[in-house]
């Protein structure tokens, strides 16, 4: 037994951690208000925790952390300068008070440093939230033949200064809620009080899946459909261009807690910025009955924006209004035109509805703007500027919940797209946990987190988010979709379907170009799966689709260009790598195939990417080009990442080459219990 496996093994409190989860509980910390705004501390934790993981505990002295992270020059005199002494009793302090406030459930490992000591030592604080599924190797041994027999408390609402009647017109005045907008800081006790709430709160959303086992959505009434166009930067000025976006998004958010009401999401819009907006289109392209469009003007400090709410059938105007007001203002006006919305369509709310629309926290100005930017950015597929500026925002002000949420996105995106890997996962992962703990209401950060846990292996986490946010808004399509997701990869192949079915229902758009309706590949069903992909998307990720779909009709010749075009737009995408590698298998080059999978597993291994559906699809290609070692190595990678479709195992024609091989059964297996796991638990 390996040191790895031995760490993997250990579960007893005080036992020693494995790596992953000593760097997950890093990630964590460092995402904790009282380390987001010190660097010097994050670099002290960091440098510190990497060394002594890495069997370097010897070497981690103060000299070395002098030089090393701090900068100080080889002449460094630990006798003369105490800096790292400093320091390291800040991190001290630091970490007993992150401790002793912690969420329960949530850590699982405690880092400390012990007096007179720069090097950390690792405990688990936690045994059974760190108690891995099964592997399939401890499956697989066991296995015999027979058992595969049939194989803070809200603000007040703002006062509305529009009129009463439609096409009304409202004029936001800045001078009346410049006291409402000042930041303010609660006490140490109520800071206490208010963490324990939230997390209790947090603690029931990542625990519900143990409260329950069987889930009716809640009975749904058709909403009133409605898309938020980009606001149009009527100065034309690149530096501006990100508000147009960007506040639309805003408003979109905080609508999200509305039932009756089936708003758009972000991704079906973007294609509107810059573009001059012909109402009956839009409204027929994104199959809606009320449009929100809008412009705004910025000139230096000063920001004026004007909006109005359509009601496509009838070309009435339900609601006009114009903003005026310095910039640093700006947080307020998607509180006032969500407020204004529900107002113009005359939306009975709940109570629950009531409080979600209530004024965000207050948040720093320039961090707001941080904000928006980074959400404008995640937008055009920029995820690596998109975190630079949510990491910006945090460490700014810390406290904003949708900061988080959208660095958890980004981050999330960056690890499985742009072969980011684990670290970044861990991140994300820290962030979402922060984003719930600041505010446990909001429907986008647990969507968000859900989608994260399903590609990490940790579906049956994500699994009860999904539902619990199903339970706020039972009309949410992207709530709907990840829930469809998430059961493919459990093997709950046509409630995925039902789901992603009801999700373009409420929305045709949802998730367009960023995800595909595998499911009823996995049924077999490729006329249907193809007519599902948008045949007016040029993604590489839908074009690796097309072919891939095309492939299992063996139209090979239509398969090879789909494959070529997927990789020539993007060569770094996991998905186009594979499509190529499948391409050389048809032009007969399987060696060329096999060496662009081979380089494709060694970047995944390295940087720790998730996702693995993807990995299966790895595993295919390996099948159907020929390297049966490869395949079986790849397959239980997947398996063990967390995908664990059994039907589509048993049935999937791409792995015909590997059925017959000693260990295929023995994955078949360890697919099977867990999968029986998963459907014994949430059906």
Not at 644 to 660: A, E, H, K, Q, W
Request: hydrophobic letters at 40%; charged letters at 25%.
């Amino acid at each position: 037994m390996t040191d790895d496996t031995a760490h993997l093994n250990c579960r007893k409190e005080g036992d020693f951690p494995p790596p992953d989860e000593v760097r997950r509980q890093l990630s964590r910390i460092l995402a904790d208000q009282r380390f987001a705004r010190s660097p010097r501390l994050q670099d002290f934790l960091r440098f510190t925790v990497e060394k002594s993981l890495a069997g370097e505990r010897e070497s981690v002295k103060e000299y070395v952390i002098a030089v090393e992270v701090y900068g100080r020059p080889e002449s460094y005199d630990p006798t003369v300068e105490s800096l790292v002494r400093v320091e390291a009793g800040r991190l001290r302090s630091k970490l007993r008070d992150y401790y002793h406030s912690a969420l329960d459930g949530l850590d699982t490992v405690r880092i400390d440093y012990p007096s007179g000591r720069y090097s950390p030592d690792f405990t688990f604080l936690n045994p059974k939230a760190s108690e891995p599924p099964a592997t399939v190797s401890e499956i697989a041994t066991s296995v015999r033949p027979a058992d595969l027999a049939g194989t803070d408390e809200s603000q007040p609402p703002m006062q509305s200064h529009s009129g009463p009647q439609p096409q009304s017109a409202a004029v936001f005045d800045p001078a009346a809620a410049d006291s409402a907008v000042q930041p303010s800081i609660p006490g140490e006790g109520a800071n206490r009080r208010g963490v324990r709430l939230l997390s209790l709160a947090l603690t029931g959303l990542l625990a519900a899946g143990l409260t329950y086992y069987a889930f009716r959505a809640p009975v749904s009434v058709a909403p009133r459909s409605l898309a938020i166009l980009p606001f149009q930067n009527l100065k034309g000025d690149v530096e501006s261009d990100f508000l147009g976006f960007s506040l639309a998004d805003a408003v979109i958010t905080k609508l999200g807690v509305v039932q009756s009401l089936a708003v758009r999401p972000s991704s079906a819009v973007e294609k509107y910025r810059r573009l001059p907006v012909d109402v009956q289109s839009a409204a027929a392209e994104l199959h809606v009955n009320t449009l929100l469009t809008g412009n705004f003007l910025r000139d230096g400090n000063d920001l004026q924006l004007t909006s109005q709410l359509i009601d496509v059938g009838t070309q009435t105007i339900l609601w006009k209004g114009t903003f005026r007001m310095r910039f640093d203002r700006v947080l307020t006006v998607h509180d006032t035109v969500a407020q204004e919305i529900v107002k113009g369509l005359q939306l009975s709310l709940s109570p629950k509805e009531e409080q979600g629309l209530r004024p965000d926290k207050q948040i720093d100005p320039r961090a707001y703007e941080y904000y928006l930017r980074g959400v404008d950015l995640y937008s055009q597929n920029d995820f690596g500027m998109a975190i630079r500026m949510l990491r910006t925002s945090v460490q700014i002000d810390p406290n904003y919940s949708l900061t988080w949420a959208h660095l958890g996105r980004s981050l999330t995106a960056n690890a499985s797209f742009e072969l980011g890997g684990r670290e970044q996962y861990y991140e994300a992962q820290a962030a979402y946990e922060k984003a719930l703990l600041l505010q446990p209401t909001p429907i986008e950060a647990r969507i968000f987190m859900a989608n994260l846990l399903t590609d990490t292996g940790q579906v049956e986490r994500g699994v009860p988010l999904l539902r619990d946010a199903l339970k706020t808004n039972p009309n949410h399509a992207e709530a709907h979709w990840e829930l469809g997701y998430a059961y493919r990869f459990a093997g709950m192949i046509q409630e995925s379907v039902d789901e992603c079915e009801r999700a373009r229902e409420l929305d045709p758009g949802v998730k367009r170009s960023s995800s595909t309706l595998n499911a009823y590949l996995y049924l077999g069903q490729y006329d249907k799966f193809l007519a599902s992909l948008p045949s007016d998307v040029d993604a590489p990720l839908i074009i690796f689709y097309r072919g891939f779909g095309e492939y299992h009709k063996k139209n090979l010749d239509e398969a090879a260009k789909h494959f070529d075009s997927a990789y020539e737009l993007r060569p770094s995408l996991l998905h186009a790598r594979v499509g190529k590698a499948l391409n050389y298998g048809i032009r007969q080059q399987p060696q060329k195939g096999i060496e662009l999978l081979e380089e494709t597993e060694t970047t995944i291994a390295a940087r720790g990417v998730g996702d693995p559906e993807a990995l299966y699809k790895i595993a295919e290609a390996y099948a159907v080009i020929g390297d049966k070692p490869a395949a079986l190595r790849a397959l239980r990678s997947s398996i063990d990442g967390g995908f664990f479709s059994y039907p589509y195992l048993v049935r999937d024609p791409l792995l015909n080459g590997i059925r017959t091989e000693g260990n295929f059964k023995g994955l078949l297996a360890a697919a099977l219990q867990r999968h029986d796991s998963f459907k014994a638990r949430f059906f």
